[in-house]
């Protein structure tokens, strides 16, 4: 067992070995290792529920400057798991921070739009046929939020957030499909009061070129 662990320098494939070993633990896991624990257990390995980013306070002194100059650094991903016996339809979204920065966005629980077609507000929001739980976001554009609205995603970080739908009757029967989105096409304007020394004179959220980021369209199962 010993020898095999030795490196041979009259054998070059043991040396190539050893090279791309490494290069698969530096390159390869820290990208594919995540999704798949996330796939084999989503409770403990799908990231931190998005309630529980910590909260930005004084944006007005405190952001990043990697942050702010992330473009696009969002991307988003929905699975849903099976209509129930109720009729009840459990969606899953998972929002990553693919840049080295950490980015503010507006994240409002009790908040999430929930729409058969794309209702042009800003945030969080569901876009799902046949149409199911539908409910509207209040106040939908503000011009700015408050700091306890906006959290940060770290660096390469995930957050997760669930919700449970009541599946409409031709969802239950034959199955729809559904996809999420994140907009923001103000930077938020500072809030008064936000003390210390204002060195940003906006919330750093115009992170989007478009001003809109989808996930990928999914298709959900009928009720089995």
């Known amino acids: 067992m010993t020898g095999l662990l030795r490196l041979d320098r009259n054998n070059p494939n043991a040396f190539i070995g050893i090279i791309l070993l ?6 390869v896991l820290p990208e594919r290792l995540p999704a798949f624990l996330a796939d084999l257990s989503p409770r403990f390995f799908g990231g931190i529920p998005c309630a529980r980013l910590p909260a930005a306070a004084g944006l007005a002194a405190h952001q990043s400057i990697l942050g702010r100059q992330a473009r696009d650094p969002l991307r988003l991903a929905l699975k849903a798991g099976g ?3 109720e009729g009840a339809l459990m969606l899953r979204l998972s929002v990553t921070n693919i840049s080295l920065g950490a980015v503010p966005v507006v994240f409002q629980e009790d908040n999430i739009a929930v729409a058969d077609a794309d209702d042009e507000t800003d945030g969080f929001g569901i876009v799902i046929a046949p149409a199911s739980g539908l409910r509207e976001r209040a106040d939908p554009n503000p011009a700015s939020y408050d700091e306890g609205d906006i959290r940060l995603l770290g660096p ?6 669930s919700l449970e739908l009541v599946a409409a009757p031709d969802m239950i029967a034959d199955g729809g499909r559904a996809r999420a989105y994140y907009r923001m096409r103000v930077a938020g304007a500072l809030q008064r009061g936000s003390g210390g020394r204002q060195i940003y004179a906006d919330q750093g959220l ?8 989808f996930s990928p369209e999914i298709e959900i199962p009928p009720q089995s």
């Open 83 to 85: 209509i129930n016996d």
């Open 206 to 213: 115009d992170i989007l070129s478009d001003g809109v980021v």
């Open 22 to 27: 490494i290069a698969l633990v530096v390159f």
């Open 156 to 161: 390469r970080q995930t957050c997760v957030h």
